[in-house]
T-cell receptor, first 111, second 115 residues
């Protein structure tokens, strides 16, 4: 069964550093998403991406965040200057007419 | 916009007993409904989904849920739980453009199975 692949599985970074979280969506899916889950809390929508542009973003997705699809396979989330409160599990997802497929997540720890 | 309320943050249940995890939603448009399970330190796994048709939906691992439009609910049930069902369960809703709309999640219910 096709999978959404996320790398790395864990990332530790110092406050103020830039991080890039990577995702490989399912190849024939058209919509791509990033969600965030702070430890012990609910899963929150960050951004959706379609046709090489952002289709919707939440209030969380401020100027520190950006997304990109640099080639035909990867989908990245960049946090320019990480803050302690960015520590969370970040999930990538892609969708087809049959529904969502989530990746296994990247646990980001900002120290 | 949609919202989801999961009324119980934690539910302890004895092994082999039945369980119901409650979910209510709010939306001004038609919705699609989902239950996801998250095992410790893992990602989100789809248990089941309601798109249309029969209001009783069967999913993996013996779970089922019933869509009740009048009560705006989508409660998850299992007749007999197992230790391996210990996990966090999230109810989620999307709008009518299935496949190209975000999911809105509830706050989750932690199911703990007592041996």
């Amino acid at each position: 069964e096709p999978e959404v692949t996320q790398t790395p599985s864990h990332q530790v970074t110092q406050m103020g550093q830039e991080v890039i979280l990577r995702c490989v969506p399912i190849s024939n899916h058209l919509y791509f998403y990033w969600y965030r889950q702070i430890l012990g809390q609910k899963v929150e929508f960050l951004v959706s991406f379609y046709n090489n542009e952002i289709s919707e973003k939440s209030e969380i997705f401020d100027d520190q965040f950006s997304v990109e699809r640099p080639d035909g396979s990867n989908f990245t989330l960049k946090i320019r200057s990480t803050k302690l409160e960015d520590s969370a599990m970040y999930f990538c997802a892609s969708t087809s007419n049959y529904g969502y497929t989530f990746g296994s997540g990247t646990r980001l720890t900002v120290v | 916009a949609q919202s989801v309320t999961q009324l119980d943050s934690q539910v302890p249940v004895f092994e082999e007993a039945p369980v119901e995890l409650r979910c209510n939603y709010s939306s001004s448009v038609s919705v699609y409904l989902f239950w996801y399970v998250q095992y410790p330190n893992q990602g989100l796994q789809l248990l089941l989904k309601y798109l249309s048709g029969s209001t009783l939906v069967k999913g993996i691992n013996g779970f089922e849920a019933e869509f009740n439009k009048s009560q705006t609910s989508f409660h998850l049930r299992k007749p007999s739980v197992h230790i391996s069902d210990t996990a966090e369960y999230f109810c989620a809703v999307s709008g009518p453009n299935f496949g190209n709309e975000k999911l809105t999640f509830g706050t989750g219910t932690r199911l703990t199975i007592i041996p």
